[in-house]
């Protein structure tokens, strides 16, 4: 079953533009609360929250989870561990060790995931212009990464850059590929219900990986006890809050329109980053997203080619 295809309006355009901005204010919370408490326990504490809400969700949604295929569930699973629990860890210590906003800039390689794992899992086809757009993305995201130090031998560039690209970087690929994943399973639940299933199955995953740590404790004693509002901020403003309105947006914009719109995020990212936390970025890695936009427009403006298989539903998940 693929979800009805909804009328394009123009408010459509304005609210994605709302829940991209929204998302500009994870950084100002995350980046001081990373430098007090683990990643891992500010994720499985924000997933708490979020349990409020997907709980209720996923109850009167009974019926519609008894439909799922065994691989819609283990795509579940994948994107709950893989893009809510994981991503969202390596995306917070990229925060710890790195700039905000390179960590925040970084994210737009996330189509380039998604195209690319498109074609492996739904035989999408690719565009004619892919290979030379994602060599440009890629070339903005290095700049983004190592800005005026770029052009310096690989081994000459600081530690901490690095680990920050590549943080930043391994979250946007599992983002990505949440997109992919999510669209097979938009074929059988809407996206409120897909949206309480990765929040509530991460939980398992994340509460694993802090006992792992040794950082489960912490969780409750230092993260719940002394920052419960920032952590509910978190999860409920920049997380939920911010996808649902994107979503509804979405679901009534052009995807190339769309596009467009989500320069909200890194557009006002940069200038809460610089007014609340000192970050700021060059002139080289401002060209190096330029350059990373540029091509991930491109791409979305060209027109999509027939898939080489059955159809799937068509709407992203991130």
Not at 60 to 70: E, K
Not at 157 to 167: G, I, K, N, S
Not at 196 to 225: D, K, Q, Y
Not at 276 to 283: C, F, I, N, P, S
Request: with cysteine; glycine share 6%; charged share 10%.
């Amino acid at each position: 079953m693929v979800e009805r295809q909804l009328p394009v309006t123009r408010w459509g355009v304005f609210v994605v533009a709302l829940g991209a901005a929204l998302w500009a204010t994870d950084a100002p919370i995350r980046k001081p609360l990373a430098d007090l408490l683990p990643s891992t326990s500010i994720v499985l504490a924000e997933h708490l929250f979020l349990a409020a809400y997907a709980i209720p969700v996923l109850l009167r949604q009974r019926a519609a989870l008894r439909r799922l295929a065994p691989a819609g569930w283990l795509a579940l699973v994948v994107i709950a561990w893989g893009a809510s629990g994981l991503a969202t860890v390596l995306f917070t210590a990229a925060f710890r060790i790195g700039n905000p906003t390179t960590v925040i800039l970084l994210q737009k390689v996330q189509p380039l995931v998604a195209v690319s794992l498109a074609v492996l899992l739904l035989r999408e086809r690719l565009p004619r212009l892919y290979w030379p757009c994602f060599v440009v993305a890629l070339t903005g995201a290095y700049l983004v990464s190592f800005g005026r130090q770029a052009l310096e031998p690989l081994w000459l560039l600081p530690r901490e850059r690095v680990l920050t690209a590549v943080l930043a970087l391994a979250a946007a690929a599992l983002w990505g590929s949440a997109t992919v994943l999510g669209r097979y399973v938009l074929g059988t639940l809407s996206f409120p219900t897909l949206a309480a299933a990765r929040f509530l199955l991460a939980l398992p995953f994340l509460a694993g990986l802090a006992v792992v740590e040794g950082t489960f404790g912490r969780t409750f004693t230092v993260g719940l006890a002394r920052h419960p509002a920032q952590l509910a901020f978190l999860a409920l403003v920049p997380g939920l809050i911010a996808m649902l309105v994107y979503y509804a947006g979405l679901r009534h914009a052009r995807a190339s329109y769309a596009t467009l719109a989500e320069l909200a995020f890194p557009a006002l990212a940069i200038v809460v980053n610089w007014l609340t936390l000192g970050a700021t970025v060059d002139a080289v890695q401002l060209t190096g997203f330029l350059l990373l936009w540029l091509a991930i427009t491109t791409l979305s403006w060209l027109p999509t080619p027939a898939p080489s298989g059955e159809p799937r539903p068509v709407t992203p998940v991130t």
